[in-house]
């Protein structure tokens, strides 16, 4: 089988697919099924997917264009499927998406002890530029980082 992901725009018919991903890669921090359906109306808010030839999506990327600047609310990928590029391809096409659309800049929050997602941020260019302190439910702190487009 081919590792090469395609990522592209997740429609309504997505919305049990992509809660489903967030439950699994989140456990007790996830959103919820009932807030990820609600992500796909939300205004300004973006979700991809990337997929392999005809599996179902083994993630996504949820982002909000917030006109020059633009946030990655999250990124998910199966752990069947991690270490496998689908979160580099994810991430390469939401900055793609947000350059595109006239962001300069593009922030996230991610958890300050997820090695391999601050390594995967730090890879792509991201610079950490500051801490929220107790930001999760679990009390653990968010490193907050940002990519200049």
């Given at each position: 089988m081919t590792n090469a992901w395609t990522v592209q725009l997740a429609t309504a018919a997505d919305k049990a697919a992509v809660a489903a991903l967030e439950a699994e890669a989140f456990g007790e921090r996830s959103w919820g099924a009932a807030s990820v359906r609600e992500s796909f109306s939300a205004p300004r808010v973006a979700i991809l997917l990337a997929t392999r030839g005809?599996?179902?999506?083994?993630?996504?990327?949820?982002?909000?264009?917030?006109?020059?600047?633009?946030?990655?609310?999250?990124?998910?990928?199966?752990?069947?499927?991690?270490?496998?590029?689908?979160?580099?391809?994810?991430?390469?096409?939401?900055?793609?998406?947000?350059k595109a659309a006239g962001?300069?800049?593009?922030?996230?929050?991610?958890?300050?002890?997820?090695?391999?997602?601050?390594?995967?941020?730090?890879?792509?260019?991201?610079?950490?530029?500051?801490?929220?302190?107790?930001y999760y439910r679990d009390g653990a702190d968010a490193a907050v980082m940002q990519l200049l487009l």
């Open positions: 005809d599996r179902p999506p083994e993630g996504f990327a949820m982002w909000r264009d917030l006109g020059p600047e633009a946030e990655i609310l999250t990124i998910s990928v199966a752990s069947a499927s991690r270490r496998r590029g689908a979160a580099t391809a994810l991430l390469e096409a939401v900055r793609a998406a947000a962001a300069e800049r593009l922030f996230l929050e991610v958890d300050a002890g997820n090695e391999a997602a601050l390594a995967l941020y730090g890879a792509a260019g991201f610079q950490k530029i500051g801490e929220r302190r107790a």
